[in-house]
C-alpha cells in the first residue's frame, strides 16, 4: 500500500512564498510522475505541475515563473516551492503518484490560503 502525505500549507499574504511537501511511503515503484494539483471551491481540480522520474517538470501556464517542481527520490518526497503568491492560488493542494491506471495514488490535501 502506498501512502502520501502532505504538508506545508497555510495561510499566507498575496506575494508571499510556501514550501509544499509531499512523503511517500510504501511500494513505490519506478518509473513514476508525480505532481501537484488543487481545487478551488466550486472548481474542478486541476494539475499545478508535475515531474517525471528523470527529473522534466511541467507547469501550468498560470504558476510558470513562479513554482518550482522537486522531488528528492532518495527521501521519497516531492516538493511545490510557490513564489509571489496570488489569491488566485487559494486551493487545497493535492500530491499525486503515478505509474499507471492501477497505480494511481492521492494525498489527503493540505490548504493554501492566500489573502489579498
Known amino acids: 500500500q502506498v501512502r502520501l502525505v502532505e504538508s506545508g500549507g497555510g495561510l499566507v499574504q498575496a506575494g508571499g512564498s510556501l514550501r509544499l511537501s509531499c512523503a511517500v511511503s510504501g511500494t513505490i515503484f519506478s518509473p513514476n510522475t508525480m505532481g501537484w494539483y488543487r481545487q478551488a471551491p466550486g472548481k474542478q481540480r486541476e494539475l499545478v505541475a508535475r515531474?517525471?522520474?528523470?527529473?522534466?517538470?511541467t507547469y501550468e501556464d498560470s504558476v510558470k515563473g513562479r513554482f518550482t517542481i522537486s522531488r528528492d527520490n532518495a527521501k521519497n518526497t516531492l516538493y511545490l516551492q510557490m513564489n509571489s503568491l496570488k489569491a488566485e492560488d487559494t486551493a487545497v493542494y493535492y500530491c499525486?503518484?503515478?505509474?499507471?491506471?492501477?497505480?494511481?495514488?492521492w494525498g489527503q490535501g493540505t490548504q493554501v490560503t492566500v489573502s489579498s
Open positions: 515531474i517525471f522520474s528523470n527529473g522534466s517538470p
Open positions: 499525486n503518484l503515478y505509474r499507471r491506471i492501477d497505480y494511481d495514488y
